[in-house]
């Protein structure tokens, strides 16, 4: 066979990382490349993917595999490489659980229920090692480390802080030092391939426009590494605000300390930094996708409630999913944590949340997690195999390929509770955006405040335990520390990231798809609104029938609520002031006056 044409990139790349073994046999590389391309490519009659194919044998650390998105990575890994050689999970044990009863949990949970299909024996490719990041060493076992020395090929560090309220010298130990230390250990790694580092789109939300390179800080890493050691509580907390400067926390500003340290270690490793925006939940995987874009946006929403009104109430919505009525082309977005948006949608959609600070026209960078980490995967397998002369940075944004503003969103969360009410809501969901802060402030003490106050009141004078003020509290300083992201825009290049999309094959695009232009919003915001339904707040979609009146009882009282505190005002005021009487017979006499000749016109037309 004889070839013509150079073969595509992704190609000419997968044949030069595998050709070593085609050379051996002594034939022409390039028949025997076409002829090892074939093979891999057909197997079982089906193309495959060659990330897939790359991950195959592999021993992969995770740091972080517990968190959000380290689940959805070590799911995508399991299921579209089961032929990996082990995944190394890096974990503390957490609320009285051990490291195996941890990682039994979360296996034997939904997310991995496509896993169990195609890599039966998962539980045998996992390896939790005991690490606690939070400590200088990692405290990590001799016999481990040695193990992890000598067997890791491949490393993706996901672990960090993500709260926004972290004291910095914690932040600096986790999103730091542990970092350095973990690249120290690469660093001693003989067959380590790649490093992937997880850092964020905000390291750097002081600029407006950020590029895909590491932006330096003004006291290098290893300084403020250093004073944490011997600088005491007091001292560090007040010069915090002082080092995160125009950055609104330590996690950002730990996150860009995190981005220079893989820097400075970049000379001696193969490193990529990944820079998700504010990930949320899934869109596409684990569970079915949804077949509805465009015009028919919502359909998969409505056949889900149609056919749940449909089934008997006794149904879960496990037992709907299991009978196949969830599985008609409905895709649930899947999401674990109150990150985020999330938490926030909650409030919103019981109705807590009835006022944001926010500029409706600044891009909500949103990415789902899934894109996240097709994009990590596919990075993983670009790095290892192209080795890239410097290290690279991939910027997994939304706003610049298929933007969508809060105000959008906004309206469309708030048009999803409609079809996806919430149990026991507190009061009608009614959300709003306010731009001014005097009017923002106003809002929050009529409708956050007044009513929190007034129910906890009647839940004291009928014997039960008060506990609005103190979720109001709650929901005050989450707000507080997430409208600085719904007050300001970024914009963010992605040339690496669209790079990267035209090196991947057509089936790699397929399989590890990362292009956000084909997200419809409409869609994917139904479906986050129905995971958080089903997956955080763990309700039975067959209560919504019931939600749904509930929320016309709320709105029932709403109206009446409102009409009555009318009356008794206008009451009082028409009482006490001839003004307000003579407005009064004003507007009876001009109403009157149009309907006679509303009523006059109409009999002369007939
Ligand atoms: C053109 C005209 C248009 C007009 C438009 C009109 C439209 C009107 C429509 C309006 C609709 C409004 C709809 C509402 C939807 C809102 C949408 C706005 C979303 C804004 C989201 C912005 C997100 C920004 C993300 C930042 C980007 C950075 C991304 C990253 O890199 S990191 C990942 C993000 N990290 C985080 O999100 C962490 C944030 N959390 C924290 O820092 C902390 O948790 C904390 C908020 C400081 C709270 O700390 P605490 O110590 O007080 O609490 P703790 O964490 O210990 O938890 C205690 C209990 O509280 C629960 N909880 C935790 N977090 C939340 C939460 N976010 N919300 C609610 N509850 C939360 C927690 O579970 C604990 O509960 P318990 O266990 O039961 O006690
Ligand atoms: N979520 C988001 O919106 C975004 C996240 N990112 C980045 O993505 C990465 C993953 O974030 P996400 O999954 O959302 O975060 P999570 O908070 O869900 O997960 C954090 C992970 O780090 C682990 N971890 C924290 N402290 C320690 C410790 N002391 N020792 C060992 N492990 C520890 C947690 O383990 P444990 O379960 O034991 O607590 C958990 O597995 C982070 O690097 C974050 O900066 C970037 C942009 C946006």
Not at 34 to 60: D, H, P, Q, V
Not at 100 to 109: D, E, G
């Given at each position: 066979m004889r070839l013509t044409q150079p073969l595509p990139s992704f190609l000419a790349s997968s044949l030069a990382h595998e050709q070593p073994q085609c050379l051996l046999r002594g034939t022409s590389p390039v028949a025997s490349g076409?002829?090892?391309?074939?093979?891999?490519?057909?197997?079982?009659?089906?193309?495959?993917?060659?990330?897939?194919?790359?991950?195959?044998?592999?021993?992969?650390l995770i740091t972080g595999a517990t968190g959000f998105m380290g689940k959805v990575l070590m799911e995508k890994l399991l299921r579209t490489s089961p032929d990996l050689k082990v995944i190394y999970i890096l974990m503390r044990p957490k609320a009285g659980q051990t490291l195996?009863?941890?990682?039994?949990?979360?296996?034997?949970?939904k997310l991995f229920e496509k896993v169990k299909e195609v890599c039966p024996n998962m539980h045998e490719k996992i390896r939790p090692i005991y690490a606690d990041l939070g400590?200088?060493?990692?405290?990590?076992?001799?016999?481990?480390?040695?193990?992890?020395?000598?067997?890791?090929?491949?490393?993706?560090?996901?672990?960090?802080?993500?709260r926004f309220d972290e004291p910095l010298r914690h932040a600096v130990q986790l999103n730091v030092t542990a970092t350095q230390q973990l690249l120290l250990m690469a660093s001693q790694m003989p067959k380590l391939e790649v490093f992937v580092h997880i850092s964020t789109a905000f390291s750097n939300c002081n600029l407006k426009h950020i590029d895909e390179v590491i932006y330096p800080c003004q006291v290098e890493p290893k300084k403020i590494i250093d004073s944490m050691q011997w600088l005491d509580d007091a001292i560090v907390d007040e010069i915090t605000p002082k080092l995160i400067g125009d950055r609104p926390n330590t996690y950002t500003y730990t996150k860009a300390l995190g981005e220079v340290v893989v820097q400075q270690e970049s000379e001696n490793l193969n490193i990529a930094i990944i820079r998700p925006s504010i990930v949320g939940a899934t869109w596409q995987e684990?569970?079915?996708?949804?077949?509805?874009?465009?015009?028919?946006?919502?359909?998969?929403?409505?056949l889900l409630l149609a056919q749940t009104s449909s089934c008997p109430s006794s149904f879960s919505s496990h037992e709907m999913l299991d009978k196949g009525v969830l599985l008609a082309g409905v895709s649930l977005g899947w999401v674990d944590n109150l990150n985020g948006p999330s938490g926030l949608i909650i409030a919103a959609g019981k109705g807590l949340l009835r006022s944001v600070k926010a500029a409706p026209m600044a891009v909500a960078d949103l990415i789902p997690v899934d894109t996240v980490v097709n994009l990590t995967l596919a990075v993983g397998w670009y790095t290892a195999v192209h080795r890239p002369q410097s290290t690279l940075i991939y910027h997994c944004t939304s706003g610049n390929l298929n933007p969508c503003n809060w105000g959008k969103m906004g309206l469309q969360i708030m048009a999803s509770f409609e079809k996806i009410p919430y149990e026991k809501p507190f009061r009608r969901p009614n959300a709003d955006?306010?731009?001014?802060?005097?009017?923002?402030?106003?809002?929050?003490?009529?409708s956050h405040w007044a009513p929190a106050i007034m129910y906890d009141l009647y839940l004291q004078l009928t014997g039960r335990k008060p506990r609005f003020t103190k979720l109001m509290n709650r929901l005050s300083k989450t707000l507080s520390m997430l409208e600085y992201f719904v007050n300001h825009s970024w914009e963010w290049s992605t040339s690496n990231t669209d790079m990267l999309m035209l090196e991947l094959s057509p089936e790699d695009q397929r399989v590890f798809n990362f292009d956000i232009r084909q997200l419809n919003w409409l869609d994917y915001i139904e479906n986050y609104v129905l995971g958080i339904k089903k997956y955080l707040l763990k309700e039975d979609m067959s209560g919504i029938p019931k939600a749904r009146q509930q929320l016309k009882k709320l709105r029932n009282i709403h109206y009446f609520f409102n009409t009555a505190l009318f009356l008794i005002t206008w009451r009082l005021l028409i009482a006490r002031s001839q003004m307000a009487r003579n407005v009064w017979l004003f507007i009876v006499s001009f109403c009157y006056k149009f309907l006679s000749y509303f009523r006059a016109s109409s009999t002369l037309k007939a």
């Open positions: 076409m002829n090892f391309f074939l093979e891999l490519w057909k197997t079982k009659g089906r193309i495959m993917s060659m990330i897939a194919a790359y991950y195959k044998n592999k021993s992969i195996p009863q941890r990682m039994l949990q979360i296996l034997s949970s400590q200088s060493d990692l405290a990590i076992s001799k016999e481990d480390m040695q193990e992890l020395l000598s067997c890791t090929n491949i490393i993706f560090h996901c672990a960090a802080t993500v684990p569970f079915p996708v949804s077949p509805a874009p465009g015009p028919q946006a919502g359909l998969h929403v409505d955006f306010t731009t001014n802060t005097f009017t923002n402030q106003y809002w929050k003490a009529v």
